[in-house]
């Protein structure tokens, strides 16, 4: 069966939800490693007071005992503390009683940069906050939950996913200058996959390509607007004798330009892949829009936004990577037990003879 994700719930809902399924029995999970990396998205400098509302946890509905997975669909839910202040304006059936707490007013002010505008045309909606909801990038913690699954799964085999921000110093930097001027900024991170054989993937489907999943799943975080692969762009302006990665005896390779990936496919190099983050559309000093309950001219809406949330997009990042690998190494050595997909990658690792 292959491994696949939904997920649901909306920002300042009750809960966020995910389904995964296609999961082998027998995976050991660790609550405390998942909630550390929900703990690392609402960590990073340049991030709201909202972070220290949430304290995101995972809860567990189906699918795990005693901390094994069964082979059934795992359910995972992080809940969103912050909903007790929106339980009139966020409520699934039509609310009760005068209007209480937050969300009670419909917003019409689109912010540029967001879903909003996009959202209520597409949807037909007459209340921006329809759209941004689920536009919003708080959906993320319960996808982080779910790469922390992956994770587990990819180190059972030896894989090791690691997320980080390029050049944090300078980012900081901008950060503290953006905060002063009451802006946002946003920034690139990279992605480094260890341990990852050979095979991955395919060039017999585009769609099954490692580089098309990896891609597709990185450009489908908010606010990512860009995404290369290895050295990416900048093979662009090199001869094909410079870009390329020379083979040695052993199969190596001295160079990694392809970040690991050539014609769909791992090579057995370090996967190496990253993405470039916009700057928050959310701004203390809100850009010029539409009222579209009056369709006169107005400042865009204004909320509780980071100033950068580049740290938090490492950490969505990884997880992304880590779930696009797993989805690829349980579609290559099957198994309806863990075992057994440990059992299937040696052998095949024998057969390659690769070390």
């Not at 994700?5 to 999961?23: C, D, F, K, M, Q």
């Not at 005693?66 to 039509?94: C, I, Y």
């Not at 559309?281 to 369709?295: E, F, N, R, Y």
């Not at 740290?311 to 057994?340: I, P, Q, S, T």
């Amino acid at each position: 069966m292959t491994l696949r994700l939904s997920s649901a719930g909306e920002s300042h809902g009750p809960a966020l939800v995910a389904i995964l399924t296609g999961l082998p029995a027998g995976l050991e999970l660790d609550r405390t490693a998942v909630d550390a990396d929900l703990k690392r998205r609402q960590e990073g400098y340049g991030r709201s007071p909202r972070q220290q509302i949430e304290q995101d946890r995972v809860e567990v509905l189906a699918g795990l005992r005693h901390g094994r997975t069964l082979g059934t669909p795992l359910a995972l839910v992080v809940a969103n503390v912050d909903h007790k202040n929106w339980t009139w304006g966020m409520s699934p059936w039509p609310p009760e009683g005068a209007p209480t707490g937050k969300g009670t007013k419909p917003v019409t002010l689109p912010r540029p940069g967001h879903a909003d505008l996009p959202g209520v045309l597409k949807y037909g909606h007459d209340d921006v906050r329809n759209s941004l909801e689920r536009a919003s990038a708080r959906h993320t913690a319960v996808h982080v939950a779910a790469g922390a699954v992956a994770k587990a799964l990819l180190a059972t085999i030896g894989i090791r996913v690691v997320g980080s921000t390029v050049d944090e110093e300078q980012l900081r930097v901008r950060i503290d200058e953006a905060r002063s001027a009451r802006d946002t900024v946003g920034g690139i991170v990279e992605v480094r996959a260890t341990g990852v054989p050979p095979g991955l993937g395919t060039y017999a489907s585009k769609d099954d390509r490692l580089d098309t999943r990896l891609a597709g799943a990185l450009m489908g975080i908010q606010a990512v607007k860009g995404v290369e692969i290895g050295d990416g762009f900048l093979l662009a302006s090199l001869l094909g004798s410079q870009a390329h990665d020379e083979i040695r005896t052993d199969r190596r390779r001295d160079t990694n330009h392809a970040g690991g990936i050539e014609a769909g496919i791992s090579n057995g190099e370090e996967i190496i892949v990253r993405a470039a983050m916009k700057p928050l559309p959310t701004l203390m000093k809100p850009l010029a829009s539409v009222d579209l309950a009056t369709g006169e001219a107005a400042n865009a809406l204004v909320e509780r936004s980071d100033v950068a949330a580049v740290e938090a997009l490492a950490v969505v990042a990884e997880c992304a990577v880590a779930w696009e690998l797993a989805v690829l190494a349980l579609d290559k050595f099957g198994g309806d037990l863990v075992d057994d997909f440990v059992v299937a990658h040696a052998a095949y690792v024998e057969r390659i003879a690769w070390a």
